[in-house]
C-alpha cells in the first residue's frame, strides 16, 4: 500500500500563485508514476499534470501548459505542482495520484491506483 497525503491548497486572488505538495509513504518503492488531477463541483475528476518517478518525464493536461509545472524529490518522497497565473476556473479539490505501472493513456483515473484525500484550491476572481 501507499498512503498519498496532499498539502498547500488554500484562497488565492486571481493571477497569484499556489505550490501544492504530495507526500508519499508505504511502499513508494511500488511507484511508476505520480499526478495530480483536480475536481471542480459537478465535474468529472481532470488530469493537471504527471511524472515519472525514474527520469522525470512528464505530461501535463491542456488547462496546465505553461502554468503549471510538476516536480518530484525522489530522497523526500514527495511529488509539488507550482501553480502560477491561477484563474477562477482552476477552483476545484486538487488530488494526488500514484501509478504503479506504464500507461500510454495518463489522464485516465482508472490507470492509477492510490489516491490522496484532496486539497481545496479557491481561486477568486
Known amino acids: 500500500q501507499v498512503q498519498l497525503v496532499e498539502s498547500g491548497g488554500g484562497l488565492v486572488q486571481a493571477g497569484g500563485s499556489l505550490r501544492l505538495s504530495c507526500a508519499a509513504s508505504g511502499r513508494t518503492f511500488s511507484v511508476f508514476a505520480m499526478a495530480w488531477f483536480r475536481q471542480a463541483p459537478g465535474k468529472e475528476r481532470q488530469f493537471v499534470a504527471r511524472?515519472?518517478?525514474?527520469?522525470?518525464?512528464?505530461h501535463y493536461g491542456e488547462s496546465a501548459q505553461g502554468r503549471f509545472t510538476i516536480s518530484r524529490d525522489n530522497a523526500k518522497n514527495t511529488v509539488d505542482l507550482q501553480m502560477n497565473t491561477l484563474k477562477p476556473e482552476d477552483t476545484a479539490v486538487y488530488y494526488c495520484?500514484?501509478?504503479?505501472?506504464?500507461?500510454?493513456?495518463?489522464?485516465?483515473?482508472?490507470?492509477?491506483?492510490?489516491w490522496g484525500q484532496g486539497t481545496q484550491v479557491t481561486v477568486s476572481s
Open positions: 511524472i515519472k518517478l525514474r527520469d522525470s518525464t512528464t
Open positions: 495520484a500514484a501509478d504503479r505501472y506504464f500507461h500510454t493513456n495518463v489522464v485516465n483515473t482508472a490507470n492509477y491506483d492510490y
